[in-house]
């Protein structure tokens, strides 16, 4: 008796899922809850460089479109689609602030794939202190439950 083999997800399928889900604007993978399907060797490091199978991912239009699936669920991070979740690594924060104006009162944002937005009750800014180094690291909230590491040069500009 044979068993019907389910395809495992690749990031081929999650980038056509993502593209195809968010045509309008971002996904809305707040409402989505997809069965687990195990993970996939991708790894956000800490400079905000995304890798998948070890190596980096140099389409930033790919990476873009990644970060549109991206979903945090307590201290783990995934990739979803309506019918699939796989979860990923992430090293600190997935998104890496790399620059900021003032427009007025408020300090808007711009994070490594694109995403601006305004510092401020929506995306508060918060540091955490290195408990050994007591070295600073100040982040600020880019979407729900997804961070942006404030790199040095904006964190020094504050």
């Not at 690749?10 to 056509?16: G, I, M």
């Not at 991708?42 to 873009?64: E, H, S």
């Amino acid at each position: 008796m044979s068993a019907e083999k389910t395809a495992s997800p690749t990031a081929q399928s999650l980038a056509e899922a993502a593209q195809a889900a968010g045509a309008k604007g971002l996904p809305p993978v707040h409402l989505w809850n997809p069965p687990f399907c195990g993970d996939l060797d991708m790894r956000i490091v800490r400079d905000g460089t995304w890798f998948y199978q070890g190596t980096p991912i140099g389409r930033p239009a790919l990476v873009k479109l990644f970060s549109t699936i991206l979903k945090r669920e307590g201290d783990d991070y995934f990739l979803v689609t309506p019918v699939e979740k796989v979860g990923i690594q992430v090293d600190d924060a997935p998104f890496v602030a790399v620059d900021f104006n003032r427009k007025g009162d408020a300090l808007v944002f711009e994070d490594n794939v694109g995403n601006t937005f305004p510092a401020g009750p929506d995306h508060p800014i918060r540091v955490e202190r290195d408990a050994k180094t007591g070295e600073p690291a100040p982040y600020v909230l880019v979407r729900t439950n997804l961070e942006a590491l404030i790199d040095r040069k904006s964190f020094y500009r504050l």
